[in-house]
């Protein structure tokens, strides 16, 4: 029996989507679409449902028990915000909630990504 992995691109790569929150729910899958809707219809059955997509090395990025991102800051740069959605039965548009943009989440991820990358990098030189 082999142990697949069809949300594992070639790269090692995969997407992930998380409605986040205590009651959210994530998903993986080898394309943006498909992980943002497993990851809202497995959320709840009502919309809209905001979903957050990464593009991330499967290995070492997760998503943690309140749906935000988990990652190793040694990979932190290869991880790429794809967007924040608004999902719906029907559609996939990107946020434009007064409480979170997708261009918000978008610039905030990358920052983050980029200190932690940076904080990695200083520590090992460190060493």
């Known amino acids: 029996m082999t142990d697949t992995k069809d949300w594992v691109l070639p790269n090692g790569f ?4 998380s409605t986040a929150g205590y009651y959210g729910s994530w998903a993986k899958a080898a394309d943006p679409v498909t992980a943002a809707r497993k990851a809202a219809r497995d959320a709840s059955s009502s919309y809209p449902q905001f979903v957050s997509v990464w593009y991330a090395p499967n ?3 997760n998503v943690n028990e309140m749906g935000g991102l ?8 290869r991880i790429i915000p794809i967007g924040f959605f608004q999902m719906s039965k029907n559609s996939m548009k990107v946020s434009k909630d007064s409480r979170l943009t997708n261009h918000e989440f978008v610039t905030d991820q990358f920052e983050q ?3 932690s990358y940076d904080w990695w990098v200083e520590n090992e030189q460190k060493q």
């Open 113 to 115: 990504f980029r200190k």
């Open 59 to 61: 290995e070492t990025t």
């Open 14 to 17: 995969t997407y992930i989507a």
């Open 70 to 77: 988990s990652w190793k800051s040694e990979t932190a740069d």
